[in-house]
Nanobody, 113 residues
Framework: VQLQASGGGLVQAGGSLRLSCAASGSIFSGMALAWYRQPPGKQRELVARIPSGGSAIYSDSVKGRFTISRDNAKNTVYLQMINLKPEDTAVYYC????????WGQGTLVTVSS
C-alpha cells in the first residue's frame, strides 16, 4: 500500500485547506485511516482518525474546525480544515492501518498570522 498526500500550502489565519491522501491497493475500505501532524520542533500528534466503519474522532485542538472523511470508491481520505490558526502549522501525514501500518510522505501546511 502506498499513500500520497497532497493539498498543503500557505494560508492566512482564518483560511481553509483540504488535504487529500490517495492510497493504492484494494484493501482501502477495510483500513482505519488517520491524519497526524508534526509541528516544527515537536513530536508527531494525532489530529483525527476514522475507522473502516464508525465515527471519526478528533483531537481537542481541532474539534469543530477539522473534518476527516473517506471516499472508498476513490481510495482517498480527506482532511477539511477551516478557521486555521498559526498553531496548525505543521507537516501533515496520513496513516492507514490494516494489520500493518502505512504512512504517507507528508504535506506542509503553513498558517500565517
Amino acid at each position: 500500500v502506498q499513500l500520497q498526500a497532497s493539498g498543503g500550502g500557505l494560508v492566512q489565519a482564518g483560511g481553509s485547506l483540504r488535504l487529500s491522501c490517495a492510497a493504492s491497493g484494494s484493501i482501502f475500505s477495510g483500513m482505519a485511516l488517520a491524519w497526524y501532524r508534526q509541528p516544527p520542533g515537536k513530536q508527531r500528534e494525532l489530529v483525527a482518525r476514522i475507522p473502516s466503519g464508525g465515527s471519526a474522532i478528533y483531537s481537542d485542538s481541532v474539534k469543530g474546525r477539522f473534518t476527516i472523511s473517506r471516499d472508498n470508491a476513490k481510495n482517498t481520505v480527506y482532511l477539511q480544515m477551516i478557521n486555521l490558526k498559526p498553531e496548525d502549522t505543521a507537516v501533515y501525514y496520513c496513516k492507514a492501518t490494516y494489520f500493518k501500518t502505512y504512512w504517507g510522505q507528508g504535506t506542509l501546511v503553513t498558517v500565517s498570522s
